[in-house]
């Protein structure tokens, strides 16, 4: 069954530094998003992607997000200079670009879990 | 101010009993909603999507209501097996008008105990 895939599982970065986790989406799949839980709290929306440009972004997405499709397969989230509060599950999912959002199962990927020291 | 609330933080049941469990939600109009589970350390999972002319919806042992009027959704296990421990998260699209993405309630942590 085809499923997304997310690296590395576990990323450990300092402070200031840059990370980039990466994601494949089902290959099929058109819309991809980002989404972060930080630890015991709640699934949070970061943003949406399609056709090669952002869809939707919370306010948790600011300048220091970025988003890609470098190609056909891949889908990354850029933090330029990382802080202490995003230490965080990443979780990428990507779905069918059917109708609506609600209106179509998202798949979750394993999520990269980020610690910045 | 806009709010998904997920009833109490863990439901304790016994093997062989139904699990419900609610969803509530303040200032939207969704209209669809969805119900996905999470294991620890894992991605969410799609279990069940319901639409808002949609009263209820099942799936093997899952059943789930949507009741606009009350803003809220239940969700049923029956037959419950220590299998289905996990957190059931709420999820739904904030606007009818195609915003994309999904907004998540905090999650009920589910135990069935033999």
């Known amino acids: 069954e085809p499923e997304v895939t997310q690296t590395p599982s576990h990323q450990v970065t300092q402070m200031g530094q840059e990370v980039i986790l990466r994601c494949v989406p089902i290959s099929n799949h058109l819309y991809f998003y980002w989404y972060r839980q930080i630890l015991g709290q709640k699934v949070e929306f970061l943003v949406s992607?399609?056709?090669?440009?952002?869809?939707?972004k919370s306010e948790i997405f600011d300048d220091q997000f970025s988003v890609e499709r470098p190609d056909g397969s891949n889908f990354t989230l850029k933090i330029r200079s990382t802080k202490l509060e995003d230490s965080a599950m990443y979780f990428c999912a990507s779905s069918e670009a059917l109708l609506l959002a609600g209106d179509q199962e998202q798949f979750f990927g394993p999520g990269t879990r980020l610690t910045v020291l | 101010s806009q709010k998904i609330e997920q009833n109490s933080e863990a439901l304790n049941i016994q093997e062989g009993k139904t699990a419900t469990l609610t969803c509530n939600y303040t200032?939207?109009?969704?209209?669809?909603l969805q119900w996905y589970r999470q294991d620890p350390g894992r991605g969410p999972v799609f279990l069940l999507l319901i639409r808002e002319n949609e009263k209820e919806k099942r799936k093997e042992r899952l059943k789930v209501t949507f009741d606009t009027t009350l803003k809220q959704s239940l969700f049923h296990i029956t037959a419950s097996q220590p299998a289905d421990s996990a957190t059931y998260l709420c999820a739904l699209d904030p606007f009818s008008g195609g915003y994309n993405k999904l907004i998540f309630g905090a999650g009920t942590r589910l135990a069935v105990h033999p």
């Open positions: 992607f399609y056709n090669n440009e952002i869809s939707e």
């Open positions: 200032n939207y109009s969704p209209a669809y």
